[in-house]
């Protein structure tokens, strides 16, 4: 995909996405341990879950949210916090068929939404008292391609 003169804006051959608001839609901290969780040792073990979804809006809209929820888990297996982060863009895709369309909601959209997710996962720990997240980047035309090798293996056979 190259980049196009505008900013926000990738062209698809004949067709074009551009990111037209990218918001927060929800998000949430909870550490149920608060404060005794910080007398512990801090070796903690990381459960992340990233999820995408979108809904068509009107007008060849459409709002992709990226939900990453991260657990930490101290000692024993105890909770330490639970963050999640629900982060949402408005993307205009037109003029491209709907593999094409497909793709890029799963994959440029997203792409376009982590670094956001990463911020705001950050910050939200550093302000409950915990250090710093880095979360790694996420790869999501990988996960796309493997996402459609599990849909249909049986697409794979030559005729």
Not at 15 to 37: C, H, M, N, T, W
Not at 47 to 75: D, G, P
Request: hydrophobic fraction near 40%; charge should be negative.
């Amino acid at each position: 995909m190259a980049q196009s003169e505008s900013a926000g804006s990738q062209s698809l051959s004949t067709g074009q996405v551009r990111l037209e608001r990218i918001y927060l839609k929800d998000a949430s901290f909870e550490s149920p341990r608060s404060p005794g969780v910080f007398e512990e040792a801090w070796k903690p073990e990381m459960q992340l879950e990233i999820n995408a979804r979108s809904n068509t809006q009107e007008n060849n809209r459409f709002e992709v949210v990226l939900t990453v929820t991260l657990r930490a888990k101290a000692e024993h297996g105890k909770t330490a916090f639970i963050i999640e982060v629900q982060q949402a863009g408005l993307f205009l895709i037109e003029g491209v068929d709907d593999a094409v369309r497909q793709r890029v909601l799963a994959t440029v959209c997203p792409s376009t939404l982590f670094p956001y997710v990463r911020e705001t996962v950050d910050s939200m720990a550093l302000r409950g008292g915990f250090p710093a997240i880095q979360l790694a980047p996420m790869n999501f035309d990988a996960a796309y391609a493997d996402a459609l090798k599990k849909q249909s293996p049986e697409d794979d056979v030559t005729h």
